[in-house]
Protein backbone atom coordinates (compact mmCIF):
# COMPACT_ATOMS: atom_id res chain seq x y z
CA UNK A 1 0.00 0.00 0.00
CA UNK A 2 1.29 3.37 -0.79
CA UNK A 3 -1.39 5.70 1.64
CA UNK A 4 -3.94 4.76 4.00
CA UNK A 5 -7.06 7.17 4.85
CA UNK A 6 -7.63 8.53 8.83
CA UNK A 7 -11.20 9.46 9.49
CA UNK A 8 -11.79 10.87 12.51
CA UNK A 9 -15.18 11.20 14.06
CA UNK A 10 -17.22 12.45 17.04
CA UNK A 11 -20.26 11.20 19.15
CA UNK A 12 -20.44 14.35 20.54
CA UNK A 13 -21.48 16.46 17.36
CA UNK A 14 -22.60 19.88 20.08
CA UNK A 15 -18.62 20.54 20.14
CA UNK A 16 -17.39 19.36 16.26
CA UNK A 17 -19.51 18.57 13.61
CA UNK A 18 -19.68 14.48 13.58
CA UNK A 19 -16.83 14.27 11.13
CA UNK A 20 -13.52 16.08 10.23
CA UNK A 21 -12.73 15.23 6.20
CA UNK A 22 -10.76 12.20 5.78
CA UNK A 23 -7.19 12.53 5.32
CA UNK A 24 -4.94 10.46 2.93
CA UNK A 25 -2.28 9.55 4.81
CA UNK A 26 0.82 9.36 2.02
CA UNK A 27 3.42 9.45 5.41
CA UNK A 28 2.70 6.02 7.32
CA UNK A 29 1.39 8.30 10.58
CA UNK A 30 2.79 6.55 13.50
CA UNK A 31 1.09 8.58 16.47
CA UNK A 32 -1.28 11.39 16.67
CA UNK A 33 -2.84 13.23 19.08
CA UNK A 34 -6.86 15.33 19.46
CA UNK A 35 -6.83 18.88 20.68
CA UNK A 36 -9.71 20.98 21.31
CA UNK A 37 -8.93 22.65 17.84
CA UNK A 38 -7.50 19.84 15.73
CA UNK A 39 -5.52 16.54 15.22
CA UNK A 40 -1.95 15.86 14.99
CA UNK A 41 -0.34 13.39 13.44
CA UNK A 42 3.54 11.90 12.77
CA UNK A 43 5.43 9.86 11.23
CA UNK A 44 9.00 9.03 11.09
CA UNK A 45 11.49 9.60 8.51
CA UNK A 46 11.42 6.95 5.52
CA UNK A 47 15.40 7.65 4.86
CA UNK A 48 16.60 10.36 2.11
CA UNK A 49 12.65 9.42 0.15
CA UNK A 50 10.65 11.11 3.04
CA UNK A 51 11.69 13.41 6.26
CA UNK A 52 9.76 12.47 9.51
CA UNK A 53 6.49 15.00 9.22
CA UNK A 54 4.33 16.75 11.21
CA UNK A 55 0.81 17.35 9.59
CA UNK A 56 -1.85 19.69 11.62
CA UNK A 57 -6.02 18.76 10.59
CA UNK A 58 -7.88 21.58 12.21
CA UNK A 59 -11.82 21.00 13.29
CA UNK A 60 -12.90 23.76 11.63
CA UNK A 61 -11.42 25.76 8.49
CA UNK A 62 -11.09 29.36 9.07
CA UNK A 63 -8.95 30.13 6.06
CA UNK A 64 -7.06 28.32 2.73
CA UNK A 65 -4.58 27.56 5.16
CA UNK A 66 -5.90 26.05 8.25
CA UNK A 67 -4.26 22.34 7.52
CA UNK A 68 -0.62 22.26 6.82
CA UNK A 69 2.19 20.60 7.36
CA UNK A 70 6.47 20.52 8.52
CA UNK A 71 9.11 18.05 7.03
CA UNK A 72 11.41 18.04 10.23
CA UNK A 73 15.31 18.38 9.10
CA UNK A 74 17.24 15.73 8.60
CA UNK A 75 17.73 12.65 10.44
CA UNK A 76 15.25 14.05 13.05
CA UNK A 77 12.41 11.64 13.89
CA UNK A 78 8.63 13.06 15.52
CA UNK A 79 8.53 10.70 18.50
CA UNK A 80 5.80 11.80 19.99
CA UNK A 81 3.32 14.73 20.06
CA UNK A 82 0.71 16.47 21.98
CA UNK A 83 -2.06 19.06 20.41
CA UNK A 84 -3.22 21.88 22.74
CA UNK A 85 -5.50 24.67 22.56
CA UNK A 86 -3.37 27.42 21.33
CA UNK A 87 -0.17 24.70 20.02
CA UNK A 88 1.33 21.53 18.82
CA UNK A 89 4.12 20.11 20.32
CA UNK A 90 6.71 17.07 19.57
CA UNK A 91 9.55 15.20 20.61
CA UNK A 92 11.99 14.31 18.24
CA UNK A 93 14.71 11.82 18.01
CA UNK A 94 17.57 14.66 18.62
CA UNK A 95 16.14 15.03 22.10
CA UNK A 96 14.43 18.34 21.18
CA UNK A 97 10.80 19.90 21.80
CA UNK A 98 9.78 21.63 18.98
CA UNK A 99 6.55 23.97 19.72
CA UNK A 100 4.36 25.01 16.61
CA UNK A 101 1.22 27.28 16.54
CA UNK A 102 -2.29 26.07 15.64
CA UNK A 103 -0.75 28.53 12.25
CA UNK A 104 1.85 26.31 11.90
CA UNK A 105 4.89 28.79 12.88
CA UNK A 106 7.55 26.92 14.70
CA UNK A 107 7.17 29.14 18.02
CA UNK A 108 10.37 27.31 20.30
CA UNK A 109 13.23 24.78 20.35
CA UNK A 110 14.12 23.37 23.56
CA UNK A 111 16.19 20.70 24.44
CA UNK A 112 15.15 17.38 26.49
CA UNK A 113 17.39 16.15 29.15
CA UNK A 114 16.70 12.59 28.50
CA UNK A 115 15.04 10.27 26.08
CA UNK A 116 11.46 11.56 25.71
CA UNK A 117 8.61 9.07 27.38
CA UNK A 118 5.80 11.36 26.85
CA UNK A 119 3.61 14.88 26.02
CA UNK A 120 0.50 16.42 27.65
CA UNK A 121 -1.30 19.75 26.71
CA UNK A 122 -4.29 19.39 28.46
CA UNK A 123 -7.17 21.68 27.43
CA UNK A 124 -6.17 25.29 29.91
CA UNK A 125 -9.55 25.56 31.50
CA UNK A 126 -8.96 29.42 30.86
CA UNK A 127 -7.23 30.14 33.97
CA UNK A 128 -7.77 33.98 33.16
CA UNK A 129 -5.38 36.74 35.03
CA UNK A 130 -6.59 40.09 34.06
CA UNK A 131 -4.86 42.86 32.88
CA UNK A 132 -4.99 46.24 30.96
CA UNK A 133 -5.16 44.69 27.77
CA UNK A 134 -7.54 41.69 28.67
CA UNK A 135 -8.06 38.12 30.07
CA UNK A 136 -5.36 36.42 29.45
CA UNK A 137 -5.20 31.86 29.43
CA UNK A 138 -2.28 29.98 30.88
CA UNK A 139 -1.82 27.06 28.72
CA UNK A 140 0.49 24.20 30.03
CA UNK A 141 2.67 21.49 28.22
CA UNK A 142 4.20 18.54 30.39
CA UNK A 143 7.13 16.63 28.96
CA UNK A 144 8.74 13.68 30.40
CA UNK A 145 11.94 11.93 30.06
CA UNK A 146 13.59 8.98 31.01
CA UNK A 147 16.26 10.30 33.45
CA UNK A 148 18.26 6.83 33.50
CA UNK A 149 18.01 3.48 32.21
CA UNK A 150 16.29 0.74 34.61
CA UNK A 151 18.11 -0.20 37.45
CA UNK A 152 19.43 -3.45 38.37
CA UNK A 153 17.04 -6.58 39.17
CA UNK A 154 13.82 -4.32 39.44
CA UNK A 155 13.07 -3.30 36.50
CA UNK A 156 11.93 0.38 36.78
CA UNK A 157 12.67 3.73 35.20
CA UNK A 158 13.55 7.12 36.69
CA UNK A 159 11.91 9.59 34.56
CA UNK A 160 11.95 13.20 35.05
CA UNK A 161 9.15 16.02 34.19
CA UNK A 162 8.55 19.67 33.70
CA UNK A 163 5.50 21.30 33.25
CA UNK A 164 6.21 24.45 30.97
CA UNK A 165 3.35 27.61 31.55
CA UNK A 166 2.82 30.08 28.43
CA UNK A 167 0.42 33.43 28.63
CA UNK A 168 -1.42 34.11 25.61
CA UNK A 169 -4.60 36.59 25.14
CA UNK A 170 -7.71 34.94 25.07
Known amino acids: DDHHTVEVSFHDTSRHRLRVPLLTDYFNFTAASLGPR ?11 EQPSMLVWRAFESWSS ?25 ITTSARLLRIYSTAGRQVAVLNVQGQPVALAAPDP ?31 TQQLAYTVRARMMLC
Open 38 to 48: GVAYISPSNGA
Open 125 to 155: GHIFEGGAIGAACQHHLAVVWAEAGPKQGCN
Open 65 to 89: GADWTVALPEGENAMIVAAGTSAVA
